[in-house]
């Protein structure tokens, strides 16, 4: 029997035999096949989406003695009490980082909200709603603006019915920007981004279905309608500050707004433009008296018996209100002479450092103290279903947790942004958060209704109804994406993103930039320009992306259903069906931007390696920089050359 033919040189050069050179080649690429599909088959089992076991490295607690447990006690109790610290300077963050974003923008999202014409247009006033959350940084704000100019007469509920739902788009985007925090792990990333994005395409796709639901068959203006019929209710107290009692001190004393300046600018009110939303007297004293005063004409007159003529004066009584300054505010800005843009681009700054520092500091402590025992048990308190038959029960407790929470903190972006971190170390699972965002929406919610009922008995039932819109539109929601497991689209849709962002990083900040800020100023462009253009050239758009996702849901499910050049996207440009030729760009940018300022002199370890092999390295192969796969970067050269013949 001939011996075997050998493979030569690394040139590819072979023996003669050309029968027993195929049979080698045909032996080398199945054993090569073979151990890259062994390296799959282990990716494979290694789910990114399972909870990760946070290991306890060190000592256990009964090998410790006297004075060693004493010290795991103290350093125990000091990061927790640091953890309770960093939270509560989170939450008086995003109270900053609220104050900073009204200052910047809010006299101009008053100036948008005034634009009656524009808001006509439903789809327009649902972008506005996005927008001007956005600008303010607060649902309750730009919620408050709307119901103040519904009791005014300026805006009726039908109208002012698409920009709540706006709002509701627009508050869901500061988890989004926290998940960022965690952009440095891959998995924790992927995790972070698709717990905060499951809240975006709840409301997005909520809007999707119930708005024109709403255009054609005014299905929540006539049921809030009834509620309101139904139900004789009286005006009651203010929403409780429960949490603002705890976070006053801090924030009140670095700044204090006068939130009747964006609401008087949206109202009409031409003394507002001219004001300073920075509060300077926060003790006043109004003294209402009943004066002698002169009016236009005997109609202008309060009463016929309060009436008389004084040559070519019409005179007559009436309550006249002066406002006397008391007490100034003590807070740090209170006397600086400082633009309102001023201010806040200086609070911005400082509240988003001190935001990504609280986050950053915030996961290395749960990373550090959720070890071991205290993992499990959490981990099996907030992710363990009931036992059988009673499963389905635990989401709805979820969501009743979710809202209960929200109506604490009176802030669903701080509940939201709270658990954030934690889906990203792998302490609640997707499937948990889903529900308790689910329930934030509702309890913010709650806390509107409270305020509407504090509201004067002539404008109570369009104040309440506006806030019952609102509550309605999240319960809609909730009974469209939640009840059937199937209709879960959300969790589907935010972890095909997580896994996308994971690949390919930069691709969540074009997803925050397009989703929150360009989309919906193009919406908003259009609308200017008038219901002809905005339909000429939307709808041919809606109608692209439609077809893609059939044809996407067909090629993954049922291929045999379409033509055959419909079967695979292949027969486009790669950069229209794949992300990978962007990301060339955007890594060479990167490559460039970092040679420019000098770090490529840093050598990674990959180049340190390679260095040592005398082989140079591209700055795109780097596995982080080009947003592959990190298992797939670890695959050992010689496999892949070996693929390759």
């Excluded at 959300?490 to 896994?499: C, D, E, H, M, S």
């Excluded at 060339?584 to 050598?603: E, G, I, N």
Aim: hydrophobic share 50%.
């Amino acid at each position: 029997m001939a011996p075997r033919p050998e493979l030569e040189d690394s040139s590819g050069d072979m023996r003669k035999d050309v029968p027993n050179m195929n049979e080698e080649k045909a032996v080398s690429i199945g054993a090569a096949h073979s151990t890259v599909a062994l390296i799959e088959g282990e990716q494979e089992q290694d789910d990114p989406w399972d909870l990760p076991e946070l290991q306890d490295n060190g000592v256990k607690w009964s090998d410790l003695d006297t004075k060693g447990k004493i010290k795991r006690v103290v350093i125990t109790v000091g990061k927790f009490i640091l953890l309770i610290g960093c939270l509560y300077v989170f939450v008086c963050s995003l109270d900053i980082l609220s104050s900073a974003f009204q200052l910047v923008g809010g006299k101009t999202a008053g100036d948008i909200f005034q634009d009656n014409a524009v808001l006509s247009n439903p789809l327009a006033g649902l972008v506005i709603g996005v927008l001007v959350t956005l600008l303010v940084q607060s649902s309750s704000t730009s919620s408050s603006i709307v119901v103040s100019m519904v009791s005014s007469g300026l805006l009726k509920v039908p109208t002012a019915i698409p920009v709540i739902m706006g709002t509701n788009i627009g508050t869901s985007v500061t988890n989004t920007v926290v998940a960022m925090t965690q952009v440095g792990d891959r998995n924790k990333f992927r995790r972070a981004f698709a717990g905060a994005t499951v809240h975006d395409f709840f409301n997005w796709l909520s809007v999707l279905v119930l708005l024109p639901l709403e255009i054609a068959t005014g299905y929540m203006y006539k049921v809030t309608g009834l509620l309101i019929d139904a139900f004789n209710i009286q005006s009651g107290e203010n929403a409780p500050d429960l949490l603002n009692v705890i976070t006053d001190p801090i924030t009140e004393a670095i700044i204090v707004l006068d939130k009747s300046v964006i609401s008087g600018i949206a109202t009409g009110d031409p003394a507002a433009k001219n004001k300073s939303l920075i509060l300077i007297w926060c003790d006043t004293f109004t003294n209402t008296t009943l004066m002698n005063t002169t009016v236009p004409s005997v109609l202008n007159c309060t009463s016929p018996s309060l009436c008389w003529t004084d040559g070519n004066l019409v005179w007559t009584m009436k309550n006249v209100s002066e406002t006397f300054n008391v007490k100034k505010c003590r807070h740090i800005f209170v006397n600086a002479n400082l633009s309102d843009l001023a201010v806040g681009l200086i609070l911005l700054a400082l509240s988003l450092l001190v935001l990504c520092s609280c986050l950053i500091i915030i996961v290395k402590l749960l990373n550090s103290m959720l070890k071991g025992q205290v993992a499990v048990i959490i981990k099996k308190i907030l992710n363990t279903d009931f036992p059988f038959p009673f499963g389905w029960v635990t989401g709805y407790i979820a969501i009743l947790v979710g809202a209960g929470m929200t109506f604490i903190v009176q802030s669903s972006s701080v509940f939201t942004s709270a658990i954030t971190p934690l889906v990203g170390i792998g302490v609640i699972s997707i499937e948990r958060a889903y529900p308790l965002s689910l329930g934030s929406n509702i309890g913010t919610t709650t806390t509107a209704i409270l305020a509407a009922m504090a509201s004067p008995g002539e404008t109570l039932a369009n104040s309440l109804q506006i806030a019952l819109v609102h509550f309605l539109f999240n319960i809609s929601g909730i009974l469209l994406w939640y009840p059937i497991p199937f209709t879960r689209v959300p969790i589907r849709l935010a972890k095909a993103l997580g896994n996308q962002t994971a690949q390919y990083r930069w691709f969540a900040g074009v997803y925050i930039l397009s989703c929150f800020f360009f989309i919906p100023l193009f919406i908003f462009s259009l609308s200017l320009a008038g219901w002809q253009v905005l339909v000429g050239v939307l709808v041919p758009i809606v109608v692209l992306i439609l077809f893609a996702i059939v044809v996407n849901v067909l090629q993954a499910r049922r291929p045999q259903w379409l033509p055959s050049c419909l079967r695979s996207w292949d027969f486009l440009p790669l950069w229209m069906h794949s992300l990978e030729p962007w990301d060339r760009v955007v890594s060479w940018m990167l490559a460039h931007c970092c040679c420019c300022c000098k770090c490529c002199h840093l050598k990674t370890a990959d180049e340190e390696e390679a260095g040592k092999e005398g082989k140079d390295v591209h700055p795109l192969d780097n596995a982080v920089m080009n947003g592959k796969d990190d298992a797939a970067a670890s695959i050992p050269p010689i496999i892949i050359r070996a693929t390759s013949l």
